[in-house]
């Protein structure tokens, strides 16, 4: 019997994921400066620091900075030596970003790119492999990040996509809107290509995440 809910995610943030000051004001400071209150639930985050550390990951990217809340999450889970190049298309999105990681404490391990992510991703290249891609940006480049992240993720990294869910729309507990197709059809990919091994882990909005095994 499945019992997950709104009261088990609530049990969940706050065993493993309550916010401190720093982290909680950011989340409510981006939306007061007009961002969109789209970000990550903060057990999602605490799962994607969980797995940025499982993997031993020091090369991070993340695809759709926004705000900088999931990147402070991310960053938290890498040692002193790690680094999270984050990737944002809108300045003004870039310098709220900026803010939370200093306020968050994790600026001197988070490097922000600015500008078409495709384009960074093609100069980032160079850097390869990296041991840890989340996406989390325009859902139409959805493909094209994740062929990028396979080939350029290293073998025994991994690699993380959200909006598994698209809003309940996937499974049917809630209208499909312009991106629900697109959602189903990543999904499907993400499951059955055959250098990953993933799964979806079912909080928030969904959480797609992989380990590449070649």
Known sequence: M????DAHSQYITELFAAEDEALRRARETAVEQGLPAINIKPEEGRFLQLIVRACGALKVIEIGALGGYSGTWIAR???P???LITLEKEPDRAGIARQTFIATGVADRVDIRIGDARQSLQVLAADAPFDFVFIDAD????NDYLDWALDNVRVGGMIAAHNAFRKGSIAGDAPPDNYTEIMRTF???FASEPRLLGTIFPAGDG???AVKIQ
């Open 139 to 142: 859902k139409e480049s959805f």
């Open 207 to 209: 959480m797609l995440a």
């Open 77 to 79: 889970g890498l040692p």
């Open 187 to 189: 999904n499907q990919r």
């Open 2 to 5: 499945t019992v997950y809910d």
């Open 81 to 83: 030596s790690g680094r």
